[in-house]
Every structure is written in structure tokens, then in C-alpha cells.
């Protein structure tokens, strides 16, 4: 029986980035949810990567209003370290990165195997524009995102209640402010609000929507303003250097322990927490391990 060739299709760009910092940000999930996405009515929710040759990828794709979604996945088949990476999608295409290293810059070049349902042009334009958002990305991203791990003796399920339950979150978020608690759902799509009093007794604090909510596996906060003397902020200079920024827990379980992974954009007041998330994370897991 005769094999039909499937039409390839090419999309390209050069980012003015080293090879190393576009190798990274294409391969790393917390990355991956950023610049994932061909306009600003979708998104990336979730993704994980286990990046080696018969490793798996998994990033899902939804719409912002939550009407449309899917999992996009694959194997890899080939990896060679900042030159090229060869993999096939779930549904049996082929994909084809390379990675050609110019110094101050890098050429990315995707050549994938087409679908039958949308047309080639169509295709193209999609796959481009999600290629053009990681140039953007890339070319923008400083060096200065927070990221922490802690391994805690207990379980995922309940390392994630003692996350988001009402009365362990207002202990273990206690080295951010004594007085912290939260408003609302951790229900994908809700919205939620963190807060707290401030040294002159006035509620603030941020508000914020669950981007995604996956139980014992994953949460993705995406903060959309603050609270100030218990008003609500939502555009203005007050909220423009970070609004849309991220906060991600990744709970990874390790035999009957957890290694939990936190990822945030250290964008505006964000970054200042730095030398606080220790402090929390080690509260957390002395919640987590009395309970």
C-alpha cells in the first residue's frame, strides 16, 4: 500500500537572544505558559515537559473565556543540546525544531507535518504567531524570576489542601502578613483576592484569578491588581509594571514526601518578596508536617 506524503509546513524567526536563554525558554514548562499562545484570546493553563529522547510534552490550550481547550502532546525522538529537537504529536505528525546559534542571536525554525482539518495557510499562521510571541517573549525576559523548591514530608493531596485551606493559608502565609487571608475560590476561572491589613489597619492586598487548578498537582495564580484601603485597583500605574504576572505551585510526589516547586514573575512589588518566600515555604512545610 502506497504511504501519502503529508504536506510540511515551515514557520521561522530570529531572536535577538543567545542560543542558551532560547533554549531554556522554549524548554521549560514555566516559561512555556508564557509565550504559548497565537493571540490574546488563548492561553496555556498547564504544562510539563520531560525533556529526553521517549520523554513526553503536555501543554494545554484554552481560550481566555474557557469555551474552547486542548491538550497538545507529544514524544520526543531526538534532542542535540542548542541544535535540534525532533518529536512526534499524539496524533502521529512529525515536528522538527532547529536552533541555529548567531551569537547575539538565534534563528528558530519549526518545520511540522500538517493536519487535514484546517487548511496549510491557516496552519501556518497559527504556528507562526505562537512562534513570533516566544520571540517577544524571549527578547523581554530578564534573569530575575522567583523560583523555590522545598521537599515536605506529606503527600501531594495534602501538602495542596494545606495550600488552600482557609485556616492552614493563613499560617503558612503569615511571614508575608500577619494578619493574611483570602477571599473567595480556588475554583479555576475565580477569582480571589489576597489579603491582609496594612500598618495603618486598612484591608489590602492583591486580586487575583485561579488561571488553573489542578487537585494535588498544580495551581496558577495570575494577579489582576491590589487592594487599597479596601479598594479595588484594577488599571493605572499602581498595577501596570505587574499586572498579569504569574505565581505557580508544582507539587512533584517523591515516594511518600513532596517536592513543591514555586515559579513567580518578580514583576513590580512581586520581586520584593524574595528574601520573604523562604521564610513561608518553610511555615508551610511545618503546617503541613504537624497536621
Known amino acids: ?17 543567545p542560543v542558551e536563554r532560547v533554549w531554556k525558554l522554549w524548554t521549560e514548562p514555566w516559561h512555556i505558559l508564557h509565550w504559548n499562545s497565537p493571540s490574546i484570546d488563548w492561553h496555556t493553563t498547564y504544562s510539563e515537559n520531560d525533556f529526553r529522547v521517549g520523554g513526553r510534552l503536555l501543554s494545554r490550550m484554552e481560550s481566555v473565556d474557557g469555551k474552547d481547550g486542548f491538550d497538545f502532546s507529544g514524544e520526543y525522538t531526538n534532542i542535540e543540546l542548542y541544535k535540534h529537537i525532533d518529536y512526534v504529536i499524539a496524533d502521529g505528525r512529525r515536528v522538527w525544531v532547529s ?26 499562521e497559527g504556528w507562526q504567531a505562537i512562534l513570533d510571541n516566544f520571540g517577544r517573549y524571549t527578547e523581554s525576559y530578564k534573569e530575575d524570576d522567583l523560583h523555590y ?3 515536605i514530608s506529606c503527600k501531594p493531596d495534602k501538602l495542596f489542601k494545606t495550600i488552600t485551606g482557609e485556616d492552614t493559608f493563613k499560617e503558612w502565609t503569615k511571614p508575608f502578613n500577619p494578619s493574611s487571608y483570602f477571599n473567595g475560590s480556588w475554583k479555576k476561572g475565580s477569582k480571589i483576592e489576597f489579603l491582609g491589613s496594612d500598618k495603618n489597619g486598612n484591608k489590602s492586598g492583591m486580586v487575583s484569578r485561579i488561571r488553573e487548578n489542578i487537585s494535588g ?10 487592594i487599597e484601603k479596601g479598594i479595588e485597583i484594577t488599571c493605572g500605574p499602581d498595577v501596570d509594571d505587574w499586572q498579569g504576572a504569574m505565581e505557580n505551585y508544582t507539587l512533584i510526589p517523591i515516594g511518600n514526601k513532596t517536592n513543591l516547586v514555586v515559579d513567580a514573575d518578580a514583576a513590580g512589588e512581586f520581586g520584593e518578596m524574595g528574601e520573604i518566600w523562604p521564610q513561608a515555604l518553610d511555615k508551610l512545610k511545618e503546617v503541613c508536617e504537624r497536621n
Open 99 to 124: 536552533f541555529e546559534d548567531k551569537g547575539n542571536s538565534t534563528r528558530v525554525a519549526e518545520i511540522f507535518e500538517a493536519e487535514s482539518e484546517n487548511s496549510p495557510e491557516f496552519q501556518q
Open 1 to 17: 500500500m502506497q504511504t501519502i506524503a503529508k504536506t510540511k509546513i515551515t514557520v521561522e524567526t530570529t531572536v535577538k537572544a
Open 149 to 151: 523548591e522545598i521537599l
Open 217 to 226: 498537582k498544580f495551581i496558577s495564580i495570575e494577579h489582576m491588581g491590589i
